[in-house]
């Protein structure tokens, strides 16, 4: 054995008469595990030196050296070895696994790197290998199903839509519960800058989705207040923190990265396709009212363009159902992405570019998404100083994202009668106006009309990202480091309505938005040992100053048809607008170790925030942690690897939006001459508090059998008071609405991580992760004379806070009911009666949860993730008027007909008002144009957000080396790979990530939304 060193010489050959010299030699050999197996990818190199090679698939290597040199052996989960050369020539070398992770680093708040043993609070490393094998075009979709208790919820909006990321439950009811965002200890902007409602508008991803997968090295998430203290106040609600690569020592590598996928609409709403166009069981080519008509049988029918446009070289049509309009009408959607990557240095200074051409085509016709990004960072080092720079661009033109809501795509096709055919629509402007079944309306269009580049936008932003940061190394244990970030983007988009029913519907729109975020910090490091006892301190000040301006024009309906510009209006309206916000802090923190068994940790934050008045500007919040390694402190039971305790406790604060203190102003013009300024409806709060959240959470974690089973577990508990909540003002006072701070919210909850290695051979192994997370969060007050708080409505119902319940509840029209729950049905009408404002339902998932799978055979993978959500309640705007309209399966079902009835009818299962049972008929049609429509009654269209869902599959090859004789690879990996591939099992007949937007209340709501996609292809990795 050698000293100090887990490694031991099982052989080492000797051959008598040769004379040491300095000259070059090779020294061939193997490395394995402690069980023999052979470790593959290890790294053998020449200590001091770029000189290195990788074992192969036998574990063996072979290297030129020189006798006076030592090797260093290491490996990732291993501990490292070096290894005198001298007069050896065969080596055999046995590692050490770290079973007791007491060296594993991982990235924390400021970017501070800490063994994660020393951490009193649960964090979650995502690994970030598959990252660029089976890409998505959001970072943050990319997590789903990877973190304990995390809800990730992409929005159904095509691709670049926004994503939902709640890490601990919806704790503040202003609506701020996206967690803040890091890259290289600097915040990033995750804004989203256009937001769709009910009514419609396009959803854009936040800024954070933007971040390129490939330059991501790693990513942590620190879940809770206890965790990410130390970023403030914009860290309420946890933080991610994303490293990115770096340049490595040694000569130029260069590696290539490319993806190509396709995407294609699947597992649409079920539609009845039997009955065709009109009402009463009878044909009407004007009727807008749905597929109430006739058995579609093959009959002629006159065609509506010549009915309601007078074309007479339209041909008649036999009535026949025309299957599924959403593979008709969506593409498939084409992914294709490449990279090219170069790195290499010296041991002072090293650099890595890397730069991405993404182009996306979405499923909507003309849709699509590119994006180039351009990235440089730089290290060099010296005997008293570190320098790092890093700058990242990013270019983006998004065109044409999908309209959403009532008045968006996917609605028209709910809408339309199941006998329309596309080819009469697909040319759809007739005079210079927009040509339609139903002909001129406010509520229905022609969805080719909503997707062509004259009535689409274009956007264009350009991002920034940069980076430069200084550490002084004072002595070898004292340390100073400065840095300042900058995260800039300027967006520019234009929107035309150039071809609507009238000249009048027509218009065009210009927008400019420039954000600036300037993030600068200064903080003293301090780490040494003293006997059995560590410190590690740091202690510094900080300062954030974020910037927005926008500028908006708007043309008024077109004078001259078709032009895009901003003069060709009738009314020209402008608008802008300016903020400014600025941080200062003073921040610390303090770890106490006790022979690498037991550490406490402190930290410490005050915030003076511009936001908040002057008396209550400057907000403290401190928190501390405890934990303990039980399997150093105690003699264990020898297949206990490693267990680990902690606890902690913290609070954090929240500021709010700039101007919330004053009454501000708008100014806009009338004719174009007039000025008006108008004072803001909402009364504002001068003494204005801060939001407050108190956690605590209590964990272990546990390691057994060598590290083949692992455990994670995670109780946490959190309340937030002094909210900032904007309620109704009588309108005598010259207000609608007044902040105020009040109510107080809980959230609790559990966070379990399962891993293990089922199966560990030479050649073969299975590795499992088990991830579940459950979280209640209760509004527990309010303020006084207020019991009830809306999130969010829409005219299907609302999404509330009330006093005592469970955050999310969902208020709506329901069934009214008896004593004994049934359904009290009018004796005359035969409909059900209804009571409104009644909870119905709730949003949130009782529990969410994943199973993932990684089978490796020699230089094969296979990479398996299954995504689960229990529980949870919304309603559906698509059942609602797909009822109304007669397109639902069940609408279909009219095998009952008859003179009376003409659609068939039904008996409602209930009582009447006198408890009898009821016995009144009702025709299908006017049943469910009762229940269904704009004001439906929401409980018949109440489902459930169950699911399980094959969230991501990639299987993949590593070419052997001895296929590239001669060729300057070293690495050739070619994979398959699959994204949102399927539900296993899902409850609710239309899909259950149906958001519209990444809006708390969104995720009550599924206004027509966009049919799941599914995505294969292929991925190509060459490392040169």
Known sequence: MFDGGPVSILHAEKFAGVTVVTQQKEIKGTVKDRSGEPI????????????????????????????????????????????PVKDQLVIHVSLAEDSELLDEVVVTALGIKREKKALGYAMQEIKTEGLTENRSVSVANMLQGKVAGVQINQSATGGGGSTRVVLRGTTSLSGNNQPLWVVDGIPVSDDVNQQADQWGGRDAEGGASEINPEDIESISVLKGANAAAMYGSRAQNGAIIVTTKKGQSGDLRIEYNGNLTFSAAYDAFKYQNTYGQGSAGKYDPAAVGGSWGPKMEGQMVQNWRKTLYGQTNAPDYALESQGNYIDKFYRTGVNYTNSIIASGGTEKMQSRFSFTDSRNEGITPNHSLNRQYYDLNSQWSSRYIDLSAKVNFMRQKALNRPRLGEYGVMQQFIFMPRNVRLQDLEDCIIKNNVANWSGTSTTIFNPYALVMPENGAKEQRNRLLGKVQAVAKITDYLRLTGRVGLDWYNDESTSQTSYNYTITETGYHKGMINYEEFNADLILNFDKHFGDFSVLANFGAATTTRKLSSLNGSSGYYTLHGLAALANGNNQTTSENYSKKRVNSVLGNATVGYKSMAYLDVTARNDWSSTLPADNRSYFYPSVSLSGILSEMFHLPEPVSYWKVRGSWAQVGNDTDPYKLVNTYELNKTNG?????????????????????????????LRMFNNRLGLDLTYYSSNTTNQILSVTMPGSSGYTTKLINAGKMTSKGWEIMLTGTPVLTKDFSWDVTLNWGQNRTECVELADGLTQLVIGETRMGKVVAREGSRYGDIVSTAYKRDANGNIIVNEKSGLPQKESNQVIGNMTPDWTGSFASLLTWKGFSLNALIDVNYGGSFLSATS????????????????????????????????????KKNTTKIGLEEYYQGLGGSYRLGEAHLYSKTYVKLREVAIGYTLPKAWLPGLPLSSVKISAVGRDLFYLYKKAPMNPEFAFSRADYAQAFEYAAMPPTRTLGFSLNVKF
């Open 40 to 83: 593959i990818g290890a790294n053998v190199y020449v200590k001091g030196t770029t000189n290195g090679v990788v074992t192969g698939m036998d574990g063996d290597f072979s290297i030129q050296v020189s006798s006076s040199d030592i090797l260093v052996i290491s490996f990732i989960g291993f501990k490292n070895v070096e290894v």
């Open 880 to 915: 609602s008027y797909a009822d109304f309209y007669g397109n639902s399966e069940r609408a279909g079902q009219r095998d009952n007909a008859s003179a009376d009835f003409p659609t068939g009818h039904v008996i409602v299962d209930g009582v009447n008002e006198n408890g």
């Open 673 to 701: 001459n007039i000025i008006n300024a108008n004072s803001s409806s909402t009364f504002p709060l001068f003494n204005l508090k801060p939001e407050n959240t108190t956690s605590w959470e209590l964990g272990t974690e």
